[in-house]
């Protein structure tokens, strides 16, 4: 009971410890209440957007104004709105890759490092093969075999997203098996599972987390990649990355700023705030580790 | 060494067989090439009889078996869209793309080494923090965005660069009007290579000089500028070495996006031809030649780890 309670303690007094060195990063602190700030407003997208993103208005190919805050499209459909929709789907593709592959790779790392063995070397053998090709170029084949769309695309980035987190929580296991409190478990007869899930698991969360913001990243420029190739988010769905597609007109290009800048600043400012993040929370977690 | 080489590329064969066993596999699953062939006038019969001359109607194991026995005759078949063979389309193209993808990675260490070394450094002053801050920059920006911008900038509104192809159409190209077509590929693909790589340097270069020998270096008075450059970046090569390495695989799929932009004639644009039109003989080769580059990348990256890191024995 006691010594429950003072591991309880510990534990915060470590969280307390995390979030205090992350606070001495300004630019992490201010990208996190950023992308609060934009995650509520995607979230609340259908009550904040002035129109519907796929309704026909009026006005086509209007530069922004009072009525459309950042104009109309050449359909005529209103742009502030569509972006929106469009960062509320980057947003959701990013977070949906992200817990699919932290799942696969935490799963297959853990059983990797703990059973060792044949299954190691298999796990690992697919692996540096997912590993070492060219991601663009099996994720287009992908998206060209199984019919492009939201889902699709999802799982698509998901199953190819999670060697990196694999190899990571192996390392990590094999570093942790050979600690003395686990090896007190295996003496003490406690149950696998037990020394797993208890034991193994809660110490590699900090690494986890970190390399999770870098797939959240990672995932929402390769959605955009492969929207913008026409292999990902399907029109009239509007996502970061096939609203830029148009821009590949000239017309557009050239005199209608409005219809894609605004597109790519958010990415920008989305993928530059998720790595700001991720930097401080790797030095937060590990503050020996560069 | 010579022995550990033989063994590397031994464990490479399996590995490329399997890896050509899935795609195949994957690409009778995704369903005929036929079907993107398919006009409003041709007949069932023209299609069957187009069907059988490219062996379609064979179950996929038997295809790939036909695959196979042509790859060990030096054979990699032939375009289903084109007709032409697939090893003459990827030696035409593949050019453009090393070059391409070379010269990025020159200008992206070129900008990565030295900024890595100035930014350890300088550790945690002002400097250094807006150089890590510009990396972040530097990866964060989606290619294609930045393609764009550019090519609104430069070719739209100045008239400087040309924003399509390798060479003027309809003249003979030359040394100057290849250059004028690089400069906006390459800087684009290099923004985000220095991006990756200034961090690496950093760390790599922050790690080193913490070690005892590096300060015996600087105790012995031999001068700043020795210590870093002969010292410290000497040892911090390794981490970069492998690095490197890695990106290869990365690299390539950067230039497929950037290739599609500016319509520079390498692999990446046929490659995407070829997934739109299901043309598996194409796609294939184009597989088969990356996984063997890739695979001859972490050879190569292992050999300069042992020839930097004269501790490290095979």
């Known amino acids: 009971m006691k010594n429950n309670l003072m591991e309880k303690a510990s534990k915060q ?14 630019l992490a602190v201010a990208s996190f209440y950023f992308l609060c700030i934009i995650t509520i407003l995607a979230i609340l997208a259908p009550i904040i957007a002035p129109y519907d993103p796929n309704k026909v208005t009026t006005s086509f190919g209007k530069p922004p104004s009072a009525e459309h805050l950042l104009g109309t499209d050449q359909i005529g459909r209103d742009m502030f709105s569509r972006l929106l929709y469009a960062t509320r789907i980057s947003l959701f593709v990013g977070f949906a890759v992200t817990i699919i592959s932290t799942a696969i790779g935490v799963v297959l790392g853990l059983i990797s490092g703990y059973f060792g063995g044949w299954i190691d070397i298999l796990i690992m053998r697919i692996t540096d093969t997912i590993m070492s090709f ?67 698991l809660p110490n590699t969360i900090g690494p986890v987390l970190v390399n999770a913001t870098s797939v959240f990243a990672i995932s929402i420029l390769d959605e955009a990649a492969l929207s913008f190739l026409g292999m990902g988010v399907q029109p009239p769905t509007a996502s970061l990355g096939n609203i830029l597609n148009g821009a590949e007109s000239i017309t557009i290009l050239t005199s209608k700023f409005w219809l894609w800048i605004p597109a790519g600043v958010i990415i920008i400012l989305l993928v530059l705030s998720i790595n700001f993040v991720g930097d401080a929370l790797r030095d937060a977690i590990d503050p020996t580790a560069r | 060494m010579l022995k550990y080489i033989i063994k590397r590329i031994l464990i490479a064969i399996p590995v490329l067989l399997g890896i050509t066993i ?168 290099a923004v985000s290579i220095s991006g990756y790589n200034t961090r690496y340097v950093r760390s790599a270069v922050l790690e080193i000089l913490q070690k005892d020998y590096l300060r015996t270096a600087k105790s012995k008075g031999i001068g700043r500028f020795r210590v870093i450059n002969k010292h410290a970046l000497r040892n911090a090569l390794i981490p970069i070495v492998t690095v490197i390495g890695m990106q290869i695989p990365t690299l390539f799929g950067g230039a497929v996006i950037v290739e599609q932009v500016f319509s520079w004639p390498g692999l990446g644009l046929i490659t995407m031809n070829a997934i739109i039109n299901r043309d598996y003989p194409v796609i294939m080769g184009i597989r088969l030649l990356t996984a063997v580059v890739v695979l001859i990348a972490n050879l190569i990256t292992d050999i300069v780890y042992a020839l930097v890191d004269p501790t490290i024995k095979y």
């Open chain 1, 13 to 26: 007094s470590n969280l307390r410890m995390v979030i205090k060195r992350f606070r001495k990063h300004k």
């Open chain 1, 134 to 200: 060219p991601y663009i170029l099996l994720v287009l084949v992908a998206a060209a075999i199984f019919e492009p769309g939201l889902w699709n695309i999802i799982l698509i980035l998901g199953f190819v997203d999670w060697p990196a987190v694999a190899r990571l929580v192996r390392g990590n296991v094999l570093s942790l098996r050979e600690t003395n409190f686990v090896k007190g478990d295996v003496v003490a007869g406690m149950p696998r599972q037990y020394i797993l899930l208890s034991e193994i």
């Open chain 2, 22 to 189: 899935i795609d195949y596999a994957i690409m009778s699953l995704a369903g005929s090439p036929l079907e993107m062939m398919v006009g409003p006038k041709t007949s069932q019969a023209a299609l069957e009889a187009k069907a059988i001359a490219l062996g379609l109607d064979q179950p996929f194991y038997i295809q790939y078996w036909v695959w196979l026995k042509q790859l060990f005759q030096g054979n990699l078949g032939y375009s289903m869209k084109s007709y032409q063979p697939v090893s003459q389309i990827i030696g035409e193209h593949i050019v453009p793309t090393l070059l391409l993808m070379g010269t990025s990675l020159l200008v992206g260490l070129l900008i990565a080494i030295p900024v890595g070394i100035y930014s350890a450094v300088n550790r945690y002053t002002r400097r250094d923090y807006t150089l890590v801050s510009l990396s972040f920059l530097g990866t964060s920006i989606p290619s294609f965005f930045l393609s764009l911008i550019f090519i609104y900038l430069f070719t739209v509104r100045l008239g400087w660069l040309p924003s399509s192809g390798m060479t003027t159409p309809g003249t003979e190209g030359g040394f100057m009007d290849v250059l004028k077509h690089m400069v906006m590929p390459v800087i684009i693909l």
